[in-house]
């Protein structure tokens, strides 16, 4: 899964691409646009010019313009390409995964499959599942504000998910504490976790 480094590297990414879009950007709205506080934002951006990647110059009314530097325009490459490389190891080892799981539903007769947790590997999970005979019904997500995700419709709790034989968890950011909690509601036999999860 993502690891501290890499989350850093993605932030990094997120924040040449900002720059490189526009020079006039504020730390404010590079904080909001990459989801972090703004002294975050800022150690990021000072980070940056220390290493060569921005150049920062003055303009009127106390503000600030940051240019991409050759050597930052060399890096956001850089990280781009490692960052669609891992992207599509992901995407082939969750599909890999997937179609496992959807081999022992068939072989144990489960045609009905509720995912549990709305994420990327559920959403792979949809896209494999149409090379296999069985169907999922849905995703349940305890935290979903939606109701609705990649065509699916989705649920808060197993009182109104439509009835299935086993679930399949596809939760990525908290598998273990989903894992123990589907134990509480469902008889293990009818959970199946994905091996990229790495719980079993």
């Known amino acids: 899964m993502n690891t501290k480094a890499d989350r850093e590297e993605e932030l990094v990414l997120e924040l040449l691409d900002a720059v490189g879009k526009q020079s006039n950007v504020s730390q404010r709205h590079l904080a909001s646009d990459m989801g972090i506080a703004l002294g975050l934002a800022n150690s990021y951006l000072k980070r940056c010019i220390r290493k060569g990647f921005i150049k920062i110059s003055e303009a009127?009314?106390?503000?600030?313009?940051?240019?991409?530097?050759?050597?930052?325009?060399?890096?956001?490459?850089?990280?781009t390409a490692k960052y669609l490389s891992s992207s599509f190891a992901f995407y082939r080892k969750a599909g890999d995964s997937c179609m496992d799981v959807f081999q022992k539903c068939e072989a144990q007769g489960w045609r009905r499959i509720l995912l549990y947790g709305m994420s990327d590997l559920a959403e792979i999970a949809t896209l494999r599942v149409q090379e296999r005979d069985v169907q999922i019904v849905g995703i349940l997500d305890p935290h979903a504000e939606r109701r609705r995700f990649a065509g699916l419709p989705v649920w808060r709790n197993f009182d109104q998910a439509e009835p299935f034989d086993v679930c399949v968890l596809t939760e990525l950011n908290s598998p273990l504490v989903s894992y123990a909690q589907l134990m509480k509601e469902i008889e293990k036999e009818r959970v199946l976790v994905p091996d990229i999860l790495r719980l079993e």
């Open 60 to 79: 009127p009314a106390n503000r600030y313009l940051y240019y991409l530097t050759p050597k930052g325009f060399t890096e956001k490459s850089r990280l």
